[in-house]
């Protein structure tokens, strides 16, 4: 009988996004190229134990992928492993699942293992590495909060998305006249509300990183109107602190897991409504900038980051993520990336940008507008 040959795997934790799949072709094309067999586990890092999931990856069913959001593994961001709860809380994996995980590699003649995903699923890679098992990472995203890599994919796509929304609000808006509030993801980063804001002509962005004011939004509003115009845009990340502290969610008390934001928007809309005595409207985009079809940026990212997992794995080098330091694709220590989230400068050169065009952040000094309570 002949041996069986030495293998690369995939798989794709957390949250889906936009380039999941490019990285999947960009792994199963280099890894075939090298002499190794593919597998994908399916849905996420659940595929690993009892009872195990996988499926054979080749030329032939990854040929069309390219183009395709999602994820043809697919992925669960809850399940028996688990590294990150509460609000960002680390807490350890049961040995015993790392066993299992271990064994099914060993049974499979896994050479490698490579683990796509963000910040919670990387902190299992980390776990899995540290139990011995040949782990490297490759960094997803749409919030683009992973420390060590200048971008992550999905980003540029979710940016994309919500950008467009914001080409679509500005006519209702202006025919209206009315204040138009857009919620858009970012837990603990405001990249894709800076980015979208700034590339949507945004008058108001509420991000995690600047305290902001409902005094000051009004005043935005307010000041826009003497000079005439009559409609204005919010955009406000759903992580974005509410003023006197906390995040809006609907997570039941006591629920070991992240918690799930969302809601922001329509507070800040009520809020609006009563202070400025105006009608002001809601989106929320919500999943809609996790799916569809990855920008040409995303899909040469997660191409380039595939590609290069599989050379780590082919030289070795377990325990470590594919990163982007422009122009280059290299290679950092897991751990030392998921050390520190990367969240937006409040002194960077965007929010600069933004604020020399008129931009408000919700921190200006301004006079109040309304008898109603911040916090």
Not at 155 to 182: N, Q
Not at 280 to 300: A, E, I, K, S, Y
Not at 335 to 353: N, T, Y
Request: glycine fraction near 14%; hydrophobic fraction near 40%.
């Amino acid at each position: 009988m002949a041996a069986r040959r030495p293998c690369i795997a995939v798989l794709t934790g957390g949250g889906d996004c936009p380039g999941l799949n490019a990285v999947i072709r960009a792994v199963v094309k280099a890894a075939l190229r090298l002499g190794y067999d593919c597998i994908g586990f399916l849905r996420g890092y659940e595929g690993l134990v009892d009872p195990v999931s996988y499926m054979p990856l080749d030329r032939q069913n990854t040929a069309e992928i390219l183009l395709r959001g999602g994820t043809i593994l697919g992925s669960t961001n809850k399940g028996r492993f688990t590294a990150l709860v509460g609000e960002g809380e680390r807490v350890r994996i049961d040995p015993e699942l790392l066993s299992q995980a271990a064994d099914t590699l060993r049974r499979l003649s896994v050479t490698g293992l490579v683990c796509v995903g963000g910040d919670g699923s990387l902190s299992i890679a980390q776990q899995l590495h540290e139990h011995g098992l040949p782990v490297v990472g490759v960094p997803k995203t749409i919030d683009n909060d992973l420390g060590s890599t200048a971008f992550t994919f999905g980003f540029d796509s979710a940016v994309a998305t919500a950008t467009d929304a914001l080409d679509r609000l500005h006519t209702t808006a202006a025919s209206h006249e009315r204040v138009m509030v857009l919620e858009v993801m970012g837990r603990h980063a405001g990249w894709i509300a800076l980015h979208a804001g700034i590339a949507g002509g945004g008058d108001v962005i509420l991000i995690p990183e600047i305290p902001w004011s409902f005094a000051a939004v009004c005043h935005q509003v307010r000041a826009r109107e003497a000079e005439g115009r009559r409609s204005t845009l919010v955009v406000v990340a759903e992580g974005a602190q509410w003023p006197g502290g906390g995040l809006v969610h609907d997570t039941p008390a006591g629920e070991k897991r992240q918690v799930r934001l969302g809601g922001i928007g329509e507070r800040v809309a009520a809020e609006l409504t009563q202070r400025l005595d105006r009608e002001v409207r809601t989106v929320v985009l919500g999943h809609l900038q996790r799916g569809g079809t990855p920008t040409p940026f995303d899909r040469m990212l997660a191409t380039q980051f595939g590609a290069h997992a599989v050379a780590l794995v082919h030289e070795g080098r377990f325990g470590e993520m594919v990163r982007y330091r422009p122009p280059h694709i290299e290679g950092v220590p897991i751990a030392d990336a998921i050390r520190e989230l990367s969240v937006v400068d409040p002194a960077s050169s965007a929010v600069r940008a933004a604020r020399a065009l008129g931009v408000s952040f919700g921190d200006e000094t301004a006079a109040g507008c309304g008898a109603a309570a911040e916090g």
